[in-house]
Structure formats: C-alpha cells, structure tokens
C-alpha cells in the first residue's frame, strides 16, 4: 500500500477545501458579481496547477516520466 504523499496531494487538498469554502461564500452572497469568493476560486486553480507541476516533477525526478 503507497503511503500518502503530502508533498503531492496536499496542493490539491488545499484546492478542492477553498473550492467548497469558495462555493459556500458564493451562495451567501447569491453569486452576486461584486463578491469577493471569485477570488478564491482563483487560487484554487492555482492551486491545482501546483499540485500538477508537483507531480510532474516528482515522477521526472523517480525517473519514470510523467503519466
């Protein structure tokens, strides 16, 4: 069994947990335009592409290229 790998699942943890705060903001405030929560959702992209860019590399670093 792999051992879960922090440095590699944890960029896409964060993501999807502002996701959810994101979306829960976003309908307090009824999805208005001028909300502030948008802005998470932007940095839950970026946080997914980390967590991209980590595994990525990890596979380049073990050798195996990535999948």
């Keep these: 069994m792999a051992r879960l790998r922090i440095h590699l699942h944890g960029p896409w943890i964060v993501a999807v947990i502002v996701v959810l705060m994101a979306l829960h903001l976003l309908r307090l405030d ?38």
């Design 30 to 67: 009824r999805f208005a335009a001028t909300s502030g929560a948008w802005g998470l959702l932007g940095s839950a992209a970026i946080c997914f592409s980390i967590g991209c860019v980590c595994r990525t590399s990890w596979h380049i670093a073990r050798g195996r290229g990535p999948s």
